[in-house]
């Protein structure tokens, strides 16, 4: 065989491999989690909201980007590090992805509250099913004064 057709194979089996593994990235996600778009604070009108999942746990959301081959969380969430510190309808051309959408900005109230690239907070897009059911998941967390109390 000659060295150009070695190097297509080769080249064509990691394309087959990274098309099987994003498959099944996107069947596990889409199976179980609740359907966001989130992007970084600071952001530029209408530019990076990321599709993906969010998961929650009694500690944490833990958000998985659909396009992306990572078999960890993209963004972690503390519960106990976060707020809500505001609320929106989409503006401009992001009500032709966002329509039917509230968008929340949520930013760091603790230490370490987020792992990922936004260290100044984000915005998530949900459905108002979806955004009740975070805000629900926010406040019933412990409060910070039952934490003290507790380790003392």
Same mark, same amino acid.
């Given at each position: 065989m000659s060295l150009p057709v070695?190097?297509?194979?080769?080249?064509?089996? $990691?394309?087959?491999?990274?098309?099987?593994?994003?498959?099944?990235?996107?069947?596990?996600?889409?199976?179980?989690?609740?359907?966001i778009l989130l992007r970084t604070i600071p952001a530029e009108v209408d530019h990076g909201w990321r599709h993906g999942t969010a998961h929650y746990s009694d500690d944490s959301l833990r958000y998985y980007r659909l396009a992306s081959l990572?078999?960890?969380?993209?963004?972690?969430?503390?519960?106990?590090?976060?707020?809500?510190? /505001?609320?929106?309808?989409?503006?401009?051309?992001?009500?032709e992805?966002?329509? /039917?959408?509230?968008?929340?900005? $949520?930013?760091?109230?603790?230490?370490?509250?987020?792992? /990922?690239? /936004?260290?100044?907070g984000y915005e998530l897009a949900m459905g108002p099913g979806a955004v009740t059911a975070f805000q629900s998941w926010l406040e019933s967390r412990q409060s910070a004064r039952s934490e003290r109390r507790k380790s003392a």
């Open positions: 070695v190097l297509l194979s080769v080249l064509l089996a $990691v394309a087959v491999i990274v098309c099987v593994l994003l498959a099944v990235r996107l069947a596990q996600l889409r199976r179980a989690g609740t359907p990572r078999p960890g969380p993209n963004v972690t969430l503390v519960r106990q590090g976060i707020e809500i510190t /505001g609320r929106r309808r989409p503006e401009g051309t992001e009500t992805i966002l329509e /039917g959408m509230l968008i929340l900005q $949520v930013k760091p109230s603790g230490k370490n509250p987020i792992s /990922g690239k /936004g260290k100044d």
